[in-house]
């Protein structure tokens, strides 16, 4: 803002002129002042730790799952790793920007926090605790072959005692053995493929005509602006199909089940944990807080589990507003979701 004084000659008069600043340039400010101020909140709230793989950044558990002092350690114990994995199967953290979180699970975030765990090198084996509804194909498959590699360096458990369905059940099959508690949900072994179909509502009630231009017979396969062709229908069943037995053949060749009883199990079904474990999907059924002894009676020896300390434990006020804020959001991340056409290994009963 600032003054000036303009001489009018012909009339005689003086006037002052006062310039003030387009409200849009108070915006451009403002807005710039809360991303530098964001910025740096995100460069200076990270929590450090030293380079102590085997203590700094690490939460020991005792027999009943209770954090512990480091002091307590029993160092005759064996140790075993204690993960947790909870969320949809994605290949990114979408629809997460402002504060990603344990909301889904991504191949990369699995694998960086994996790396961290065979980093230590004391490892005995390994307990992922999973509740997961599913989620895409190729992320599902992606972690499945994680579990497997490292279930070949160190023995690997799956424990849920929520949600193990379909994505979810698929990555955990090649694991040693799978637990669940008596009322956790698990299965639905099945692929699912949705698309929506617009081209009414757009033509009849809104007067839209949309106009696709292509090089390629099924370049727009599974457009919401027309209804598929018979042919096009018969190409993504076999899509479906393929996804399929992929899934049905992970879980013959890393369960022990014939294909008879698989296939009367792969319905797309869940079931509780102990209707699991009579189908054989699951290995035992015990409560969170048996863990450790269940894997001491596994591993012929004591154990105590060591878990990677969470940063999001120690969100601050500033990182509770940005989550309150980012879930009014969430319904509308969740109808775009159920939106998009492709190939999912989901349960939806989620």
Sequence with gaps: MGIFRRNDTRQNRTYNVRLVKHPLEHTKTLLLALFLAFAAYTVFSQHFVEDD???????????????????????????????????????SDQGRALMPGPENITPSATKELLNRYKNRGDLEALVIQVNSPGGTVPA?????????????????????????????????????SIFASPKAQIGSIGVLY????????????????????KRGEYKDLGTPFRASSEQEKQILQAKVDEAYKAFFNVVLENRELTKEELEEAATGLTYSGRTAEDKNLIDAVFYRDEIPEKVSAILDTEVHLVQR?????????????LVSVQSLFDPFLEAREKLKPGLYYLYRGF
């Design 53 to 91: 793989p085997l203590h700094a950044g690490w939460t020991y558990l005792d027999n009943h799952m209770n954090p512990i002092p480091t002091e307590q350690i029993d160092k005759d114990r064996a140790t075993v790793g204690f993960l947790e994995l909870s969320g949809k199967i994605l290949y």
């Design 140 to 176: 599902s498959d992606a972690l499945s072959r994680m579990v497997y590699r490292l279930n070949q360096e160190v023995p690997t458990f799956v424990y849920s005692d929520n949600l193990l369905a379909s994505g979810g059940y698929y990555f955990s099959a090649p694991a040693s």
């Design 194 to 213: 949705q698309s929506v179909n617009f081209e009414q509502m757009f033509n009849e009630k809104l007067g839209i005509d949309v106009q696709t231009f």
């Design 309 to 321: 300390t969470s940063q999001i434990e120690k969100r601050g006020l500033i990182d509770r507003l």
